[in-house]
């Protein structure tokens, strides 16, 4: 959207990469799995999912040996009054990142309706393009399913003091115009100008195929440590599968490049025969402004946050969540050396002592020496 990218470099690998390897591309969409024949109806053909075209189109039939379902999720969207109107988008795919792009206009108002990182990394875009920026997240703070208070509190500064406009606890009533957006209605009656909408509310894993095909499904596609679904000859990966992470001890299905990335290799090993699990650390990022996030572990279930750097006046810092005493996750703002070290002292559930991570005068590279000496040694 920034239009520091094309769309062609965004690819992962090139259409000459997969012509070399002999890989088929066939666009359409699957309607039915027959795990007893081990076949897919298939609709051919680019369109709407469940779209009165592809009613019209010849479904065909289509055989497999092993099937891998990576199919993701979808934005949760919204049904309210005036939600139809030009200029509302989500952010899923290219489209929706070139409908935004050719709505964006310098001096212009957008609103964005979610404070998680989709929302506040699309308010700092637009703000660094010109717009007037407004976020209305619902909950009491932004980032509040995924962060401490502490790091939402630096967040909400740095926008701020960039220009956008942040209000919190704030339900949404619908959208009014007169075709084209105008504003967003709140259910207290307060009213926002918006030339662009922009709506970040989650997104749901599309499970659908896999529960008509009877697999087992749990907010995502319940897969084992090999990525196997309940069928043998059918694996999962990626946003629509729900995996036990042996690290944290519980199911968990994750929204992220690396997690999709690692789930990947694990499901190919699997439909080639090979058995490879994983115990590798989930992590994600976010970048906002000229502030890079990082953040290593899950830091659900934390009992102690412990703050290294200035968070209040600065623009780099570290959040490091410990549950009974262990780190389990860190979020750290331009904090590399933090980060990467966070990711190892959490994947070996190494000892380390809160005063030494909230100790800004202590090097990264020394943390371990006195409770781990002999690692730190080797580490060096």
């Known amino acids: 959207m920034s239009g520091a990218r094309t769309a062609e470099s965004l690819a992962i690998r090139p259409a000459a990469f997969y012509e070399k390897q002999n890989v088929q591309f066939r666009q359409g969409r699957v309607t039915a799995i027959n795990r007893d024949q081990q076949t897919l109806t298939f609709v051919e053909g680019a369109g709407e999912r469940g779209s009165e075209g592809e009613n019209e189109k010849e479904s065909k039939v289509l055989s497999y040996d092993k099937l891998a379902l990576c199919i993701g999720a979808r934005v949760r969207k919204v049904d309210l009054p005036g939600c139809d109107l030009s200029g509302i988008h989500y952010l899923r795919d290219m489209a929706d990142a070139e409908s935004i792009k050719a709505n964006i206009t310098e001096g212009q108002h957008a609103v964005i309706i979610g404070g998680g990182y989709v929302g506040l990394e699309t308010a700092a875009l637009l703000r660094q393009l010109g717009m007037q920026v407004t976020v209305l997240e619902m909950g009491p703070r932004i980032l509040g399913r995924v962060t401490a208070p502490e790091v939402s509190d630096f967040y909400h500064r740095v926008h701020m003091e960039s220009g956008v406009r942040i209000h919190t606890g704030v339900s949404i009533g619908g959208f009014s115009g007169n075709g084209q957006v105008g504003k967003v209605v709140c259910t207290d009656g307060a009213e926002f100008p918006a030339d662009l909408v ?49 690290l944290y001890a519980c199911r968990v299905r994750l929204e992220s490049v690396p997690n999709a990335t690692e789930q990947a290799k694990i499901a190919a090993a699997s439909i080639c025969g090979f058995n490879k699990s994983s115990m590798s650390l989930p992590w994600f990022w976010s970048d906002q402004y000229d502030l890079k996030l990082q953040i290593a572990g899950l830091s659900q279930g934390y ?78």
């Open 303 to 380: 009992d102690q946050v412990v703050v290294r750097g200035d968070r209040r006046t600065g623009r780099s810092f570290a959040a490091f969540y410990l549950k009974e005493g262990r780190l389990i996750a860190a979020d750290c703002i331009n904090r590399p050396q933090e980060f990467v070290l966070s990711k190892r002292i959490i994947a070996q559930k190494l000892p380390i002592q809160p005063e030494r991570l909230a100790d800004d005068s202590v090097p990264v590279k020394e943390w371990l020496m006195e409770d781990s000496p002999a690692l730190a040694s080797a580490g060096r």
């Open 198 to 246: 922009v709506i970040g509310v989650g997104v749901l894993p599309n499970t659908e195929l896999a529960e008509m095909a009877g697999l087992a499904v749990e907010n995502g596609i319940v897969v084992d440590e090999f990525c196997r679904t309940i069928d043998p000859n059918i694996v999962a990966a990626g946003d629509c599968a729900n995996q036990f992470n042996k």
